[in-house]
C-alpha cells in the first residue's frame, strides 16, 4: 500500500479529524482512511435529486394545489435629482 503525507491543514480542520476519530474509537491515521474511502468509493447517482425525490414519493400520489393569487407588482420608486443630499 501507498502513503500520503498532508502539510498546511488548518488547526480546526485537525482538531474536528481528531475529535471525529475519538468518537468513533479510531486513530487520526484510521479515520482519514475511512473518510476517503467513503467520498472516494461511494457509488455516483447517475440520476438528480429531484428525480430521486419524486421517485420515493410517486407511490404517495400527487395533489392538485389551487394557482396562486398574485397582484401586479409595485411600480419602482422614482428617484429624482432633487433628493439628492
Do not use: C, H, W
Not at 479515520?31 to 419524486?54: C, D, F, P, Y
Not at 400527487?62 to 429624482?80: N, Q, Y
Amino acid at each position: 500500500m501507498g502513503s500520503l503525507t498532508l502539510r498546511n491543514i488548518d488547526d480546526s480542520l485537525k482538531k474536528s479529524l481528531r475529535m471525529r476519530a475519538a468518537a468513533n474509537d479510531r486513530s487520526m491515521e484510521e479515520e482519514a482512511r475511512q473518510i476517503l474511502r467513503q467520498s472516494l468509493l461511494r457509488k455516483k447517482s447517475s440520476v438528480g435529486i429531484g428525480t430521486q425525490i419524486s421517485q420515493r414519493f410517486a407511490a404517495a400520489g400527487g395533489i392538485d394545489l389551487p394557482e396562486a393569487v398574485r397582484s401586479a407588482p409595485r411600480r419602482p420608486p422614482a428617484f429624482l435629482e432633487d433628493d439628492a443630499p
